[in-house]
């Protein structure tokens, strides 16, 4: 069974970059898309990058987009999201998800992510 667990979160100032990681283990990385969400206080959960099995092609949502890149080593099972020019609106928790193999949609739909870490906290504070 895949699991996954986040971390490099915790407190940075405004303007700060930030450099999160997913690892995971039971099961190879490689067979899964992998999606980073954020959950704000009060907010759903909303999708921020997805990236494919194998590196070739990501997706940035709107708000993110120019300020964040997604990246994974599948030799070391981890899929990475980088963040800049980071604000208070980017306070939240962060999760990462993997998706099986479902089809040639792109990006895939959030429902396909059935495989989810415990989250960890960003705040975006001076």
């Known amino acids: 069974q895949l699991q996954l667990v986040e971390s490099g979160g915790g407190l940075v100032q405004p303007g700060g970059s930030l450099r999160l990681s997913c690892a995971a283990s039971?099961?190879?990385?490689?067979?899964?898309?992998v999606a980073w969400f954020r959950q704000a206080p009060g907010q759903g959960r909303k999708r921020i990058s997805v990236i494919d099995r194998f590196g070739r092609s990501t997706y940035y949502e709107d708000f993110v987009k120019d300020r964040a890149t997604i990246s994974r080593d599948n030799a070391k099972n981890t899929v990475y999201l980088e963040l800049n020019t980071m604000n208070a609106g980017d306070t939240a928790v962060y999760y990462c998800a993997a998706a099986p193999p479902w089809g040639p949609t792109w990006p895939p739909s959030n429902d396909r992510f059935n495989h989810w870490g415990q989250g960890t906290q960003v705040t975006v504070s001076s």
């Open positions: 039971g099961e190879a990385l490689d067979a899964y898309t």
